[in-house]
T-cell receptor, first 115, second 116 residues
Framework: AQTVTQSQPEMSVQEAETVTLSCTYDTSESNYYLFWYKQPPSRQMILVIRQEAYKQQNATENRFSVNFQKAAKSFSLKISDSQLGDTAMYFCAFTRPANNNDMRFGAGTRLTVKP | GAVVSQHPSWVICKSGTSVKIECRSLDFQATTMFWYRQFPKQSLMLMATSNEGSKATYEQGVEKDKFLINHASLTLSTLTVTSAHPEDSSFYIC????????????FGPGTRLTVT
């Protein structure tokens, strides 16, 4: 079974500081993709960042970066210079081309950025 | 970017009735769409994969006869919750990949179903 684990149900961070959300996954596939999605109160899923498993270089999108450790099956998200608008649920997700690219999600981490 | 819409955004129905939720790809054709269910403060759980022109593939534990999926065109998939009960109340989200070989999904805004 392919699983995604987020071990931090809730986290908080002071505005302008840095926070790291953890995610581990389990798969026997060699070709797969990893994502972090943000779900604000509107509940619209917003892609934050993605990482192709075959790429060794960690993905970066402005204030968001990942630490992808393939051997350890770890995919953490670092948010730098946290902003109040970053307050949301964050889901780690995994998809496999071999299975129609269906997406599996972790349980989520509720992040609160405090002023 | 690609846009996926859902209709309605919120629906209230009485126990025992059926309700249909539509998922549309607005600026691209989607041969595959996915349906997810999200309970309050929980994650998205994949319910089924909707395939244009063929039967949907359901995840283990999802009742096929209760959650009817039809993907009759390249831009529309529908989820019908039949004989709805209060425990079917949830947030339903659809998604679609931009192309048949794309790994990136575009998500609809979701539909909140309340069964009274």
């Amino acid at each position: 079974a392919q699983t995604v684990t987020q071990s931090q149900p809730e986290m908080s961070v002071q505005e302008a500081e840095t926070v790291t959300l953890s995610c581990t996954y389990d798969t026997s596939e060699s070709n797969y993709y990893l994502f972090w999605y943000k779900q604000p109160p509107s509940r619209q899923m917003i892609l934050v960042i993605r990482q192709e498993a075959y790429k060794q270089q960690n993905a970066t999108e402005n204030r968001f970066s990942v630490n992808f450790q393939k051997a350890a099956k770890s995919f953490s998200l670092k948010i730098s210079d946290s902003q109040l608008g970053d307050t949301a649920m964050y889901f780690c997700a995994f998809t496999r081309p071999a299975n129609n690219n269906d997406m599996r999600f972790g349980a989520g981490t509720r992040l609160t950025v405090k002023p | 970017g690609a846009v996926v819409s859902q209709h309605p955004s919120w629906v209230i129905c009485k126990s025992g009735t059926s309700v249909k939720i539509e998922c549309r790809s607005l600026d691209f054709q989607a041969t595959t769409m996915f349906w997810y269910r999200q309970f309050p403060k929980q994650s998205l759980m994949l319910m089924a994969t909707s395939n244009e022109g063929s039967k949907a593939t359901y995840e283990q534990g999802v009742e096929k006869d209760k959650f009817l999926i039809n993907h009759a065109s390249l831009t529309l998939s529908t989820l019908t919750v039949t004989s709805a009960h209060p425990e079917d109340s949830s947030f339903y989200i659809c998604s679609a990949p931009r192309t048949a070989f794309s790994y990136e999904q575009y998500f609809g805004p979701g539909t909140r179903l309340t069964v009274t």
